[in-house]
């Protein structure tokens, strides 16, 4: 069985400060590791997805996040905030051969601060 | 290119009511999933569809149902609605069988009164 752990469901920093959101997951076999966000009332929306290769994954929006299977982490990160990147943010896991069967994390909630 | 479309965006039932909504993925995506979002659950898979075939079912009462047709249009249904069932329902399209990128609809909102 696989899953996914957001720590802090709700994370502040001010404008131009780094945005970390951290997501650990469990996974019996390699995983499949994205990050998503979403608007309000809005679908979500893929960042970066990391399948096999470079483990450092450069997304959308000046997003990146680096898996490290050591730690079973991925976090995304960012170098400096922007009012725009105010929304919620999931982590989910897949692996090959699971389809298209997405575990997501609970979500982190990003503000930004002026 | 289009992408997915769910119709409608915003629904109300009455508790035991039965509804259906509609997904459209994009043009050439054959895999069709379904996730509920709910405050209290969060994001939970509910089932995926592939070539007109379920593949892959979430821990979702038989309530819950869905179906695709050949041209990879999907629909998804519940009986007997009760209140718990009040959430956004997001619909994701991807090109084929093996994981590729899920493509999501921006959702269709039901509350059950």
């Known amino acids: 069985a696989q899953s996914v752990t957001q720590l802090g469901s709700h994370v502040s920093v001010s404008e131009g400060a780094l945005v970390l959101l951290r997501c650990n997951y469990s996974?019996?076999?390699?995983?499949?590791l994205f990050w998503y966000v979403q608007y309000p009332n809005q679908g979500l929306q893929l960042l970066l997805k990391?399948?096999?290769?470079?483990?450092l994954v450069k997304g959308i929006n000046g997003f990146e996040a680096e898996f490290k299977k050591s730690e079973t982490s991925f976090h995304l990160t960012k170098p400096s905030a922007h009012m725009s990147d105010a929304a919620e943010y999931f982590c989910?896991?897949?692996?090959?051969?699971?389809?298209?069967?997405?575990?997501f994390g609970t979500g982190t909630q990003l503000k930004v601060e002026l | 290119k289009a992408g997915v479309t769910q119709t409608p965006r915003y629904l109300i039932k009455t508790r035991g009511q039965q509804v259906t909504l509609s997904c459209s993925p994009i043009?050439?995506?054959?895999?069709v999933s379904w996730y509920q979002q709910t405050p209290g659950q969060g994001l939970q898979f509910l089932f995926e569809?592939?070539?007109?075939?379920?593949?892959n079912k979430g821990n979702f009462p038989g309530r819950f149902s869905g179906r695709q047709f050949s041209n990879s249009r999907s629909e998804m249904n519940v009986s007997t609605l009760e209140l718990g069932d009040s959430a956004l329902y997001l619909c994701?399209?991807?090109?084929?069988?093996?994981?590729?990128?899920?493509?999501f609809g921006q959702g269709t909102r039901l509350t059950v009164v």
């Open positions: 994701a399209s991807s090109v084929a069988g093996r994981y590729t990128e899920a493509f």
């Open positions: 996974s019996s076999v390699p995983p499949y």
């Open positions: 990391y399948t096999t290769g470079a483990t």
């Open positions: 989910a896991v897949t692996f090959t051969g699971g389809g298209n069967k997405l575990t």
């Open positions: 043009s050439g995506h054959r895999s």
């Open positions: 569809y592939f070539s007109e075939t379920q593949r």
